[in-house]
């Protein structure tokens, strides 16, 4: 994504702040930005992972229901009495088998991306209702809770978690041959292989980080809720690509930004926030997301034929 295009949208959500806090007084107080903050991290995260996969031209639509299955690992970790050290490791080597067990499938076997992630999508659901057997998991204590509950200096942990997963994402994407890479198959997959850059590899990884990037985002749900729900996480994926397409990545490969995915994630949780305080009933809040998403599809669009002609 270009300069220009990233700072358009950051105009954008200031002047929805702006908005936000004229018609919403409660809006721009400290202790609902914070919270905004907060409550943005988890899909934040499986944003950052869903660009590196959308760079490269794929699709994850498994990373709610993996949520979900880290958020159950976790927990019944934490359940088992095992230190809080332990379900952090268990949450996020979840999330890695589940994004290896995506790309083995989309890079060794070549298959569709959009059907493995929907199948997956699928099981992983079965899993998550399985293993908690269709009731709410809630242990004696969860000692790794601060993840989600607790601050640092005033600023929620959570959102320091969100801030270190962009800086290393970032650094990954702009500052490594294996980003360039990304946006390489992204922008042309068969001139990439014919320039000799290990294609299916970089496929393989890119599922890996959005797998991790779930179970960073389902220690994070299950740290706040000191809880695990059998649906936790649904529909989280569709926020997460709105985030990503927001933010300015093309769903064709090849052109975006972790900047603009924050700043994509931030615009989507100050709207659910201000519309929130503004009560406004949920399927409405649901109408006007949409709307907000197909807008920001056809801007790309717009832009992308621009950019050819």
Known sequence: MTRSGVLGILVALIALIVVMAIIAPYFGTTRNLLEVVRQVSAIAILAAGGTFVILTAGIDLSVGSALGVTAMAAIVTANSGAPWFVSVVVALAAGAAIG?????????????????????????????????????????????????????????????????????????????????????????????RLSGIPVRRVIFTVYIIAGLCAGIAGLIV????????????????????????????????????????????????????????????????????????????????????????
């Open 100 to 192: 290896a067990i995506n790309g083995v499938f989309i890079a060794r076997f070549a298959l569709p991306a959009f059907i493995v992630t929907l199948a997956a999508l699928t099981y992983l659901r079965g899993i998550v209702y399985v293993g908690t057997g269709g009731t709410t998991l809630v242990p004696p204590s969860v000692d790794f809770a601060w993840i989600g509950q607790g601050h640092l200096l005033g600023i929620p942990v959570a959102a320091l978690v969100m801030l270190a997963v962009y800086i290393v994402g970032w650094f990954l994407l702009e500052r490594t041959v294996f980003g360039r890479h990304v946006y390489t198959i992204g922008g042309n997959e068969e001139a990439a």
């Open 222 to 309: 299950s740290a706040r809720l000191e809880s695990a729900v059998p649906d936790l996480g649904t529909g989280y994926e569709l926020d997460a690509i709105a985030a990503i397409v927001l933010g300015g990545t093309s769903l064709m490969g090849g052109r975006g930004s972790l900047v603009g995915t924050l700043i994509g994630a931030l615009f989507i949780a100050v709207l659910s926030n201000g519309m929130t305080l503004l009560n406004v009933e949920s399927f409405y809040q649901q109408i006007i997301k949409g709307i907000v998403i197909l807008l920001a599809v056809l801007i790309d669009t717009l832009r992308r034929k621009g950019a050819k002609s």
